[in-house]
């Protein structure tokens, strides 16, 4: 009797005792949130550098501002979804059975850690997270919009004309400071010790499994032949093709939030 491919993935998945995760945008989509590349994405507008970079900031943060501000926005009424919830689960049962469970994100949005992963590697910060550019503090800001002067903005227009906040207007830490995203834009390095979580999560990992991400950022695309190199077994979620579905052993075509509940409802192998 053949066994399918999902048959044989779940068997991998049972017997797997380090497991590795890496998502991106596609996660969040049912929850709401747009992703990237896709129809309707948000670089689909812009180019992604043309505001997710240092250059962009230097050249108008307050435009810069006005795309986070309006992500903050839609983020606000997202909630976790079905894919969220089933990573959530994957984790305990893995953790519970003794194994290791790393789940490293691209995405900025905080689902992951809502729905109540623990083990989570963020490789390009939170939505959530504000830096001084003075004094360097990190802290926690959910405050939408956010200042005064950017309620309902609504989603920047390149075509409307640089400047039009003023730095009076920006948001400012208490050190008077101005404050930016906690995030890694386009030709910023990641966190050292974020590439170092991720890499050890991948070091000898049995499984890493690829959901909603087209693969093309680096270097969060690179885990996925780093985890090749090392033998393990790699499994796509996604609704098409990415730029890393060549490399994997079990391609499942369609919705995260459709597919993932039952394929990770996998009770782990016994020592
Ligand atoms: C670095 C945070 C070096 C901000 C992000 C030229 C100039 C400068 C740099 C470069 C360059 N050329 C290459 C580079 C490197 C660059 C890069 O990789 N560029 C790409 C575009 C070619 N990388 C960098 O710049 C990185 N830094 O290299 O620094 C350095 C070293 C030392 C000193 C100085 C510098 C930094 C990269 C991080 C950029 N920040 N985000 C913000 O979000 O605003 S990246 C951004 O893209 C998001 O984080 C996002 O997560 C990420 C990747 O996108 P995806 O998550 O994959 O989302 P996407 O929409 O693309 O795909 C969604 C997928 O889901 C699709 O496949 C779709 O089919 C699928 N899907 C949709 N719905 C569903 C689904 N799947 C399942 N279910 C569904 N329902
Ligand atoms: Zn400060």
Known sequence: MNTTSRERFQSTLARSKKIA??????VSAESGIPTFRGAGGLWRRYEATSLASPEAWQRDPGLVWEFYNHRRERALGCSPNPAHRALVRLEDRFRDAGGAFTL???NIDGLHERAGSRNVVRLHGSLWQVRCLSCARVTENREVPITPAFAGSGSPDPEAGDRRFTAAE???CPCGGVLRPHVVWFG???DAGDIAAATAAVEGCDLLIVVGTSAVVYPAAGFVPMA???GARIAEVNVEPSAVTGLCDFVFTGSAGEILPSLLDVAPARA
């Not at 995760?21 to 596609?26: E, P, S, Y």
């Open 170 to 172: 920006l948001p400012r």
């Open 188 to 190: 910023e390095p990641l």
């Open 21 to 26: 995760v890496l998502t991106g945008a596609g």
């Open 228 to 230: 090749k190199r090392q």
């Open 104 to 106: 490293i994100t691209q």
